[in-house]
């Protein structure tokens, strides 16, 4: 009933900038929260970013002052802008999100995955 679509991962050289997107679509009444994770090859998925329904926003040490979370609620988009890229930040990025398909009546809330995007750093 909801999908979530991941966009905009390559291929860019250290120090490069790329904004991934996640579309979220079906039946939704209200994204909670949305997230950010990663996993490089022989590693274990671990948390990038993450917003929050007040757009509080957390981030890993490692990614801090060099990546921005945000959302667009009107399009239940989110997105994450990934500035100053190293070698190790090549992963798969996987969007996730926390979404209420219910109604000002009743809460039906799901955690969904996207299918990952390939963000690759090298020269």
């Known amino acids: 009933q909801v999908q979530l679509v991941e966009s905009g991962g390559g291929l860019v050289q250290p120090g490069g900038s790329l904004r991934l997107s996640c579309a979220a679509s079906?039946?939704?009444?209200?994204?909670?929260?949305m997230g950010w994770y990663r996993q490089a090859p022989g590693k274990q998925r671990e948390l990038v970013a993450s917003i929050n329904i007040d757009d509080s926003t957390n981030y890993a040490d490692s990614v801090k002052g060099r990546f921005t979370i945000s959302r667009d609620n009107a399009k239940n988009t989110g997105y994450l802008q990934m500035n100053s890229l190293k070698p190790e930040d090549t992963a798969v990025y996987y969007c996730?999100?926390?979404?209420?398909?219910?109604?000002?009546?009743?809460?039906?809330?799901?955690?969904?995955w996207g299918q990952g995007t390939q963000v690759t750093v090298s020269s």
């Open positions: 079906g039946s939704i009444f209200r994204i909670n929260a």
């Open positions: 996730n999100a926390e979404i209420d398909s219910g109604s000002a009546y009743y809460s039906a809330v799901n955690d969904y």
